[in-house]
């Protein structure tokens, strides 16, 4: 069965402190994503990554940082956290692009973050 | 500004009727359409996908419609059962891009009344 283990269901952290969010997938996928989840704005695209050691920014990427030293894990990183950062993150993962891509992501079951 | 919208952020539906979720998107150049369901704390599951080169795809009891010059798709369910209460985004991508970068909507909730 596919899996995308992200470490953390629950966090509460305070202003000011580094968070770090892991994810790891066992489907060999290219692709791994970022997206935050708030009431109303739907998933937005904080940073993505098609391969080892490469990221691009998504549309919110402010506040943010992620890392990827091998393919099967994608962390994110908030240098020092913010209130507006309290939110849910999701994790995903897909394979490499193309016509032949179904596009289909494969998600995580979440991390809600709490900033105090 | 929301490439991708569902104006109806919530949705009641008896069981057994028919259940319609709408999406609009702006950017013309989206060539695949996909709908995920989240129930709650769960992440989004992929349900049903559509390119643009089709106008219907059909999988079981979900269907989507996708036409093009109006640049909307909807999302049908026939019968509506209890256990599709869920929130449902609508969600857009270039295919011809090498990232597979997926652009979703704000979500619309439906809740099927048993």
């Known amino acids: 069965d596919v899996k995308v283990t992200q470490s953390s269901r629950y966090l509460v952290k305070r202003t000011g402190e580094k968070v770090f969010l892991e994810c790891v997938q066992d489907m060999d996928h290219e692709n791994m994503f970022w997206y935050r989840q708030d009431p109303g704005l739907g998933l937005r695209l904080i940073y993505f990554?098609?391969?080892?050691?490469?990221?691009e920014k998504g549309d919110i990427p402010e506040g943010y940082s992620v890392s990827r030293e091998k393919k099967e894990r994608f962390s994110l990183i908030l240098e020092s956290a913010s209130t507006n950062q309290t939110s849910m993150y999701l994790c995903?993962?897909?394979?490499?692009?193309?016509?032949?891509?179904?596009?289909?992501?494969?998600f995580g079951e979440g991390s809600r973050l709490t900033v105090l | 500004d929301q490439q991708v919208k569902q104006n109806s952020p919530s949705l009641s539906v008896q069981e057994g009727r028919i259940s319609i979720l709408n999406c609009d998107y702006t950017?013309?150049?989206?060539?695949?359409f996909l709908w995920y369901k989240k129930y709650p704390a769960e992440g989004p599951t992929f349900l049903i996908s559509i390119s643009s080169i089709k106008d219907k795809n059909e999988d079981g009891r979900f269907t989507v419609f996708l036409n093009k010059s109006a640049k909307h798709l909807s999302l049908h369910i026939v019968p509506s059962q209890p256990g599709d209460s869920a929130v449902y985004f609508c969600?857009?991508?270039?295919?011809?891009?090498?990232?597979?970068?997926?652009?979703f909507g704000p979500g619309t909730s439906l809740s099927v009344i048993p």
């Open positions: 969600a857009a991508s270039e295919m011809k891009t090498s990232y597979d970068k997926v652009i």
């Open positions: 950017n013309s150049m989206f060539d695949y």
């Open positions: 990554s098609y391969d080892v050691k490469m990221k």
């Open positions: 995903a993962s897909s394979s490499s692009g193309g016509y032949a891509n179904t596009g289909e992501l494969f």
